[in-house]
C-alpha cells in the first residue's frame, strides 16, 4: 500500500482535458489521450475525453479486482472492454482512432509494479537518493527525425518498429515498458504526463528537481513550474501549453 497518494492535473486550454490520473490504495494511473490533429477523420463518434473516461474506468475495475492479473493483462482487458463500448458506429480499423498513453505503478507484495505506454513516464524516487526513470521513447526515434508528418505518425502508430498506445487494440498492452521494483529500495514514485515531462525534456530540469519540487510543494506547484516556463520561454515545439498531470505516491511502511 502507499502511505499518501497525492495528483494534481490542469487542461493547456480552454478546450476539455484529456489527461485522467485515478488511484487507489495501492495503484495509481495516468492517462494521456492524443489530440487529434486537425482536420483528420478519426472514424470514430466518440472524442478523445470519452475514451480516456472509458478506459480508465475499465483500468480502475481491474486493478480493484485483485484477481491476480499483470498490469499488461489488466490493460488489454480493459482496452478490449472500451473498445465495446464504442458499439457499431465507430470504424476502430481506423490507425486515427482515439487513443492514449498509459503509465500504472501498482504495490503489490512488497514490489512496485510498473506499465508504461507511450510518453507518460514512471520515476522512482530511490531511497539512497538519486532517481530511476521507467520511460517508453519509441515515439522519439520515429524515422528520419522530428517534425514528423501526419501521415508518418499514422503509419507508424501501433505498428512494428513504430510505436504503441492504449487505442482500440488489446494487443498492444503487450508492447508496454513493464517490469517491478523492490519497495524497500524506493521512497515512492511519480507518475507524468508528457506536459509535464516537458521541464526536462525542453527547460533543462532533472528528474531529482522534478521529484524535489513535487514531493516538497505538491503537484499542484509542479504544473505551475510548467506553465511559468511556458509563458517566459515558449515551446520547443506544439502547443504552447498542453494539459499536465503529476501523482505522487509514498511508498507506506512494510
Excluded at 520511460?135 to 507508424?156: A, H, I, Q, T
Excluded at 503487450?174 to 521512497?187: K, L, M, N, T, Y
Amino acid at each position: 500500500m502507499f502511505a499518501e497518494i497525492v495528483y494534481a492535473t490542469r487542461p493547456g486550454s480552454e478546450r476539455p482535458n484529456e489527461d485522467l490520473v485515478i488511484a487507489g490504495p495501492s495503484w495509481i494511473v495516468v492517462l494521456d489521450g492524443a489530440t487529434a490533429a486537425a482536420g483528420v477523420d478519426s472514424g470514430c463518434v466518440h472524442d478523445v475525453a470519452w475514451l480516456v473516461a472509458r478506459l480508465g474506468g475499465a483500468l480502475a475495475d481491474g486493478l480493484c479486482a485483485g484477481d491476480g492479473a499483470s498490469p499488461a493483462e489488466i490493460l488489454a482487458a480493459a482496452i478490449e472492454r472500451t473498445r465495446s463500448a464504442h458499439g457499431g458506429a465507430c470504424d476502430l480499423a481506423n490507425p486515427d482512432s482515439p487513443s492514449s498513453t498509459v503509465a500504472m505503478v501498482r504495490s503489490v507484495r512488497g514490489r512496485l509494479e510498473y506499465l508504461v505506454l507511450g510518453d507518460s513516464p514512471v520515476v522512482f524516487a530511490l531511497a539512497g537518493g538519486g532517481v530511476r526513470v521507467v520511460s517508453d521513447d519509441r515515439l522519439e526515434r520515429l524515422p528520419g527525425g522530428r517534425p514528423y508528418s501526419v501521415e508518418l505518425v499514422r503509419r507508424m502508430r501501433c505498428a512494428p518498429g513504430g510505436f504503441w498506445v492504449a487505442g482500440a487494440r488489446p494487443e498492444a498492452a503487450g508492447h508496454g515498458v513493464c517490469g517491478a521494483v523492490d519497495a524497500r529500495e524506493v521512497r515512492g514514485a511519480g507518475v507524468f504526463t508528457d506536459g509535464v515531462a516537458r521541464l526536462v525534456e525542453w527547460y533543462g530540469w532533472s528528474w531529482d528537481d522534478v521529484l524535489a519540487v513535487l514531493t516538497g510543494q505538491g503537484p499542484g506547484a509542479l504544473i505551475g513550474a510548467v506553465r511559468e516556463l511556458e509563458r517566459s520561454r515558449g515551446p520547443v515545439r506544439g502547443k504552447r501549453h498542453d494539459d499536465a498531470t503529476a501523482a505522487w505516491g509514498l511508498v507506506g511502511a512494510l
